[in-house]
């Protein structure tokens, strides 16, 4: 993968008060790459999540996101840019319909230029994710591994460049993490580059080219998943050693 | 448009055609009650943009209301003949909308509805304290239309008319489109609006915008109506809180919510509270208690009236 960054992320800084959430995080992303990013709880992630997507605006720092500086532009903009991103706790407009959230994606950012290609744009995505016998179920009666996939499809809508999946797994049992796993591949092999944060190893390890690991708002490492899980920085902060011990006699993700 | 569609817009052109035969058929007291249906449909499809479809509580209604009612009858005072008295009323209360909703939608909820009744509150003092300008208390005075009460009487009652209807299709084309599709993911949402590309701040400022114009429209055409405008009987608090909860009981957020709301409100109003005069302040709150707990959709969320109209949309 070579060519200009597609996302690149400079001295970036949020203070909240006296708080260092994120201190000068500086990476890249290329075009096509599916890149991981793990912390414990409170290093940071959901913050440079916010930074990246414009819901926070930024203490220090740049963010540059398809050749444009977009450090201190609103959501809406960055979403129309070709970033898209899904939200830790789901975020549908709970009296509208599955087809109906989807085809705002399609609307807004995705540009459709009416309502009805919107709604015939937001049938294929539902299709797409597998939501096709719910559509027009309101999105509040949903399950909560549907409403993922709505939030997926939703993204998807909005013709991204870039996906940031904050913790789409969080909540799912193991059969329907590999769906989404498998969902999160197909979207990956369609030419969308995408930024994973999650907390479950198995899945960041199994799916990410490269892994960022953030703790106290800092960049401690970053690099091939094999090399990341052995950084002694990353053992110490993150993983644990039982961790690497599994890791190390099985040859595979635990 | 459906069948349905075709159905409602005809019953509503039956409506308004009835409320233009008024003033041949009826006598004077149906006129004062049709041209206030239309002052307070026009009012309720103002703020039905804000408050229905964007979702934020608005209470400027007033403040919006009142100004108009003072631009119009300060200019008319100054020698502007009606119509564009009126017309310069819309600009004005447009333009103070626009400036103050890009400042006060930055806040939310509470806030939001804290800082919108603010606004009655200050505009109120301006009027009461601005005497050079204003009369102060002792209000103006507004030239009568010439020709009898009679043609008067059907003069504003048209006007209105008028008023409402060019409410009801701003609301027609808000509904059907961009607009209004983005202005009810804001509601939902506000947050995930902004995710899916809905620039939500320049959306709510229209909403806002387009309820100031209008209410600030009616207000222009209240004061020519009734020759006198006080700073009390303008920035009326009852008013800012009487239009919304006609809204919620037709159905906020729908096309023809408000004007079901302003109908069954008023014939309440007018058969119900006569007979209660003491106690129709009571009778109002006991309605919005009601709406809370019971109707939070409107009358249009209810089977009946639903059905009644071949299924509402949503």
């Known amino acids: 993968m070579t060519g200009a960054p597609l996302l690149e992320v400079r001295d970036l800084s949020k203070h909240f008060g006296g708080v260092r ?15 991981g990013l793990i912390g414990p709880n409170g290093a940071g992630k959901t913050t440079l999540v916010n930074l990246i ?12 996101f398809d050749g444009r500086d977009v450090t201190r532009q609103k959501p809406h903009m960055i979403a129309r840019r070709g970033l898209s991103r899904t939200f830790q706790i789901v975020q549908p407009f709970p009296q ?16 459709a230029p009416s309502r009805k290609v919107a709604l015939d744009q937001a049938h294929e ?17 949903l399950t909560l591994p549907d409403r993922k996939r709505l939030e997926f499809a939703k993204s998807l809508a909005m013709k991204p460049k870039m996906l940031l999946l904050d913790e789409v797994n969080a909540g799912l049992n193991p059969h329907e993490i590999d769906t989404a796993l498998a969902l999160i ?34 960049l401690i490492a970053e690099g091939a998943p094999a090399a990341v899980v052995k950084d002694p920085k990353v053992v110490e902060a993150y993983l644990g050693n039982r961790f690497v011990e599994r890791f190390g006699a099985t040859g595979h993700p635990a | 448009m459906t069948r349905a569609d075709f159905a409602k817009l005809g019953l509503l052109g039956l409506g308004v055609l009835g409320m233009l035969a008024v003033p041949v058929l009826g006598d004077n007291y149906l006129v004062r009650l049709c041209t206030f ?20 509580p608005s209470f400027a209604t007033a403040a919006f209301f009142g100004l108009g009612a003072y631009v119009g009858a300060l200019l008319q005072n100054h020698g502007v003949p009606m119509v564009p008295a009126w017309i310069a009323a819309m600009l004005v209360s447009a333009g103070f909308s626009l400036a103050v909703g890009a400042m006060i939608l930055r806040l939310r909820g509470h806030y939001f509805a804290v800082g919108s009744i603010a ?21 103006l005075n507004v030239p009568m239309l010439p020709g009898g009460p009679g043609f008067a009487g059907m003069v504003f009652l048209y006007s209105m008319l008028a008023i409402a209807l060019l409410a009801f299709a701003a609301t027609l084309w808000v509904d059907k489109g961009r607009l209004g599709f983005g202005l009810r993911c804001i509601r939902q949402n506000e947050d995930a609006a902004n995710m899916v590309g809905i620039d939500a701040d320049r959306y709510k400022t229209i909403a806002f915008t387009l309820s100031g114009l209008f209410c600030g429209t009616a207000g222009a055409a209240y004061a020519s109506w009734v020759a006198y405008i006080d700073p009390s009987d303008t920035f009326n608090i009852l008013t800012t809180l009487k239009v919304p909860v006609m809204v919620m009981l037709g159905g906020a957020g729908t096309l023809y919510g408000p004007l079901i709301g302003v109908i069954v409100f008023i014939v309440l109003e007018e058969t119900i509270w006569s007979s209660f005069l003491e106690l129709h302040q009571a009778v109002l709150g006991t309605i919005i208690v009601i709406l809370v707990f019971f109707l939070p959709g409107g009358l249009l969320k209810l089977r009946l009236p639903a059905a009644l109209l071949s299924g509402g949309r949503r």
């Not at chain 1, 509208?96 to 540009?111: D, Y």
Request: aromatic share 6%; hydrophobic share 50%; charged share 15%.
């Open chain 2, 119 to 139: 606004l009655v509150e200050i505009l109120r003092q301006v009027a009461s304290t601005w005497r050079d300008v204003t009369g102060g208390g002792n209000g």
């Open chain 1, 96 to 111: 509208m319909t599955a087809v109906e959230n989807v085809a705002a994606g399609a609307l807004f950012a995705g540009q």
């Open chain 1, 53 to 64: 997507s414009g819901f926070h605006r930024a203490s220090g720092g740049a963010v540059r």
């Open chain 2, 37 to 56: 249906v239309a002052m307070y449909s026009a009012m309720a499809l103002a703020w039905n943009f804000i408050g229905g479809y964007a979702g934020y």
């Open chain 1, 21 to 35: 959430a994120v201190q000068n995080v500086s990476f890249a992303v290329r075009p096509g790459e599916i890149v």
């Open chain 1, 125 to 141: 995505k539902l299709a797409v994710v597998g939501l096709t016998r719910v559509a027009d179920s309101p999105a509040s009666a």
């Open chain 1, 185 to 218: 591949r197909t979207i990956a092999a369609s030419g969308i580059t995408i930024i994973v944060i999650e907390h479950l190893m198995k899945v960041v390890l199994g799916l990410s080219h490269r892994i960022l690991v953030l703790h106290h708002g800092e």
